[in-house]
């Protein structure tokens, strides 16, 4: 081969690999169809039906990517939406939809229960699902407030109850102006915290996605 046909093959090669019109747009068609109207001859016209009919495709094709832009613009608008009514929620109550917590295999639980309340005497009662009080624990005296509380998993007796779900109620007095009764699962609203994008209210001591929550009320 010569030293010209390489030097012309390189060339070539080079020339294809940077066309920056490799991939013809609508509005390449459209000169092209403008382009062959305005040079071909009358008496042998070439066949401009497949521009046409490649050009009214490309059409459909950028009005769909128009759509489907608007559409990510408009689930961003409502991401951004959702995050403000997240915001807009502090202050006031949430709950979880359940006032139950799950007992596992040698577990010691820990669960929050928030007293609107301050707190003379009192007890918590842990409930099985017959509805059958298993465990109670006596309440000090305590300000309002969202408590913590630890469960060895045992029943009044001592004996280690089997896995489940437990559900959690308290009656409570402050001592002067009457009796209360408090509810696992129904916290106020402290604040929300956003994680890669996504929000999370803080219901007592814990964070939970706004999905999570079943009902908020003031």
Do not use: C
Not at 107 to 123: E, R, V
Not at 147 to 170: A, C, H, M, V
């Amino acid at each position: 081969m010569s030293t010209s046909a390489i030097t012309n093959s390189t060339t070539t090669n080079s020339v294809t690999a940077t066309n920056p019109k490799s991939v013809l747009g609508k509005d390449d068609f459209m000169k092209l169809l403008l382009t062959e109207l305005q040079y071909q001859d009358p008496t042998d016209p070439m066949d401009s039906e497949k521009i046409l009919d490649q050009t009214s495709q490309l059409a459909t094709l950028e009005s769909a990517d128009n759509t489907n832009k608007a559409m990510e613009k408009l689930v961003a608008q409502l991401n951004s939406s959702s995050d403000l009514n997240a915001v807009s929620a502090i202050g006031k109550t949430g709950s979880l939809g359940t006032d139950s917590i799950t007992l596992g295999k040698d577990d010691n639980p820990t669960f929050d229960m928030y007293f609107k309340h301050n707190i003379a005497s009192g007890t918590i009662h842990i409930t099985d699902t017959q509805g059958n009080i298993v465990k109670t624990f006596d309440l000090k005296t305590h300000d309002a407030g969202v408590q913590s509380f630890q469960w060895d998993g045992k029943d009044n007796s001592g004996n280690r109850l089997p896995e489940g779900k437990y559900s959690i109620t308290s009656d409570y007095s402050d001592g002067s102006t009457g009796s209360y009764k408090s509810v696992y699962g129904i916290f106020p609203i402290e604040s929300v915290r956003f994680d890669s994008g996504k929000a999370l209210l803080k219901l007592g001591n814990n964070y939970y996605p706004l999905s999570d929550i079943k009902e908020i009320y003031q």
